[in-house]
């Protein structure tokens, strides 16, 4: 999910795009490639501490309604560019450099979205959620997923852009519009949850049983542990009294 989030063809991207809103300076892109990835670094530090403060499902929502309206607002910046006429002398400067410093806000806001709960439970949140026996294989399946996406961007995005260049976007809308009612109805809450009582969230009555079930036997194996260890230790005792009465008697019948 996080690889059809828009984050990839703004992060893959990003130099034409910004070439394509009137930021043509190889400095002006670097300095601003440079920002955003600090911008990154320091939203993903605060959503991964906000997780457990607030909670998954209302940073999940929060950041894919963010993501939406800020990157609708990407996809009508870059369109009003596309059209005949703009970057040439029809159009006054200021009204380009404003209209490129939109689009640069907005993609801060949209990354900003993105940083506070895709980059730190994209991982997390699906360890929490799978059963232990379905643990390793989901989290496998799910890199599959996010490295076949990573392909798809590769080779087949600069075709699409090429072809549909600003209309490609309208892809992203729709699959974060999609984000929002898949997250509010098929997101459990695990804050303040073990994976014991996670598990209880899924699958009910069954596995609340089995992991009763799984204490029990853990604790009889603890008690059978320490009846044998109180054994061992009173057989220990039991022959050093046994012999040290022997000695005892031992020694009356010498002085007999």
Same mark, same amino acid.
């Given at each position: #999910?996080?690889?059809?989030?828009?984050?990839?063809?703004?992060?893959? /991207?990003? $130099? *034409?795009? =910004? !070439?394509?809103?009137?930021? @043509?300076?190889? +400095? #002006?892109?670097?300095?601003?490639?440079?920002?955003?990835q600090f911008w990154n670094a320091s939203l993903s530090f605060m959503g991964?501490?906000?997780?457990? !403060?607030?909670?998954?499902?209302?940073?999940?929502? @929060?950041?894919?309604c963010g993501m939406l309206v800020s990157f609708t607002i990407v996809t009508? =910046?870059? $369109?009003?560019?596309?059209?005949d006429g703009l970057l040439t002398s029809e159009i006054p400067v200021d009204g380009i450099k404003a209209a490129g410093g939109a689009t640069v806000a907005f993609? &801060? +806001?949209? &990354?900003?979205?993105? %940083?506070?709960? &895709?980059? *730190? =439970?994209? +991982?997390?949140? *699906?360890v929490e959620v799978l059963p232990f026996r379905l643990r390793a294989g989901g989290l496998s399946a799910n890199l599959? @997923?996010? &490295?076949? $996406?990573?392909?798809?961007?590769? /080779?087949? !995005? *600069?075709i699409a852009l090429e072809a549909l260049h600003w209309k490609f976007y309208f892809v992203y809308t729709a699959t974060l519009a999609a984000m929002i009612p898949t997250i509010y109805f098929l997101f459990p809450e695990t804050k303040g949850r073990t994976l014991e009582q996670i598990s209880i969230v899924f699958d009910g009555e069954p596995a609340? @049983? %089995? $992991?009763f079930r799984q204490a029990s036997i853990a604790a009889s194996v603890n008690d059978s542990m320490a009846d044998s260890k109180a054994a061992v230790v009173d057989s220990f005792y039991s022959e050093k009294a046994w012999n040290s009465r022997s000695n005892s008697g031992a020694h009356s019948m010498c002085l007999q």
């Open positions: #999910m996080n690889q059809w989030a828009g984050n990839g063809i703004v992060s893959y /991207y990003l $130099a *034409p795009i =910004l !070439k394509s809103v009137g930021i @043509t300076s190889s +400095i #002006m892109q670097a300095g601003i490639n440079l920002a955003l991964a501490l906000a997780a457990e !403060k607030y909670g998954r499902r209302p940073l999940w929502l @929060t950041s894919a009508a =910046l870059r $369109a009003v560019f596309a059209e993609l &801060f +806001i949209f &990354f900003g979205f993105y %940083d506070i709960t &895709f980059t *730190p =439970l994209s +991982i997390a949140y *699906p599959t @997923t996010v &490295f076949g $996406a990573g392909l798809f961007y590769q /080779y087949v !995005k *600069p609340e @049983t %089995d $992991a």
